[in-house]
């Protein structure tokens, strides 16, 4: 079973800069789309950004322009690029595969923007 580890959460600046990796415990192979979620203070989880196998991105309307997500197959890794930060962006994001699924969910990383 494929576990997924995110990291790189932090403290930003609004309209500063935050860099998520979302680490496989084995290839992606089996995965075809991988996503990163995420979930602030009392509302649902949501999908952000989405990576087909073949590369093709998709975005929620509320970061497109401003996230950016990539993968790296060789190294069972996904990353989301996340510039322009906004206090709305202040949530635990998570990376899953797209649609997601219950047993790869982890602990997310936790990412605030505040001045």
């Known amino acids: 079973q494929v576990q997924l580890v995110e990291s790189g959460g932090g403290l930003g600046q609004p309209g500063g800069s935050l860099r998520l990796s979302c680490t496989a415990s084995?290839?992606?192979?089996?995965?075809?789309?991988m996503g990163w979620y995420r979930q602030a203070p009392g509302k649902q989880r949501e999908l952000v950004a989405s990576?087909?196998?073949?590369?093709?991105?998709g975005y929620a309307d509320s970061v497109n322009g401003r996230f950016t997500i990539s993968r790296d197959i060789d190294k069972n890794t996904v990353f989301l690029q996340m510039n322009s930060l906004k206090p709305e962006d202040t949530a635990v994001y998570y990376c899953?595969?797209?649609?997601?699924?219950?047993?790869?969910w982890g602990q997310g990383t936790q990412v605030t923007v505040s001045s």
């Open positions: 990576i087909s196998g073949g590369g093709s991105t």
């Open positions: 084995e290839s992606f192979f089996s995965i075809d789309a």
């Open positions: 899953n595969a797209v649609p997601f699924r219950r047993e790869y």
